[in-house]
C-alpha cells in the first residue's frame, strides 16, 4: 500500500466514525432533549457533519479534488445513510422512522455541502491571486 493509498484511507475514517456514531445514537430507545436545539436542527447538523466528513474521505482530505461531482456524492451518500437510519429505528423499541427527518438531514447535508464548495472557490481565488 502507498502513502498515497493510505492517506486516502485514513481520509474516510472521520466519516465511517461519525456514522458509527450516528448509528449508536439510533440505537437507543431514547435520546435526551438538548437545551435549545430542535430535532430537526439536531438531525440538520449531524447529517451536515457526515457530508462534510463524506466531503473529506471522497476527496482523500485534498482541497484540489473537490469537485462539483464530488460534493454532490458526499450529499447524495449522506441523505442514502439518513434514510438507512430511519429504517433503522423501525426496528428499535421507543423509536419510529420520520421522513421529515431524512428532509432534516438532507437540508444540513445540502448546507455543508454549500459551504464547501464556497470554501474551495474562495480557497482557489486567494492561491491563484498570489501565485
Known amino acids: 500500500m502507498t502513502s498515497s493509498d493510505w492517506r486516502r484511507w485514513v481520509a474516510w475514517l472521520p466519516a465511517i466514525a461519525w456514522a458509527a456514531f450516528l448509528f449508536h445514537l439510533s440505537s437507543l430507545p431514547g435520546l435526551p432533549a438538548l437545551d435549545g436545539v430542535d430535532d430537526k436542527q439536531a438531525h440538520a447538523a449531524a447529517y451536515g457533519v457526515l457530508a462534510f466528513c463524506c466531503v473529506i474521505g471522497l476527496s482523500g482530505a485534498s482541497l484540489r479534488r473537490i469537485t462539483p461531482a464530488l460534493l454532490v456524492t458526499a450529499l447524495v451518500l449522506a441523505v442514502c445513510y439518513g434514510v438507512s437510519d430511519e429504517l433503522h429505528q ?5 423509536r419510529e422512522p420520520d421522513v421529515a427527518d431524512v ?6 447535508a445540502l448546507l455543508a455541502v454549500a ?3 464556497a470554501w474551495a472557490i474562495l480557497l482557489r481565488r486567494r492561491s491563484s491571486a498570489q501565485g
Open 90 to 94: 423501525a426496528f428499535v423499541p421507543g
Open 103 to 108: 428532509f432534516a438531514d438532507a437540508v444540513g
Open 115 to 117: 459551504l464547501v464548495w
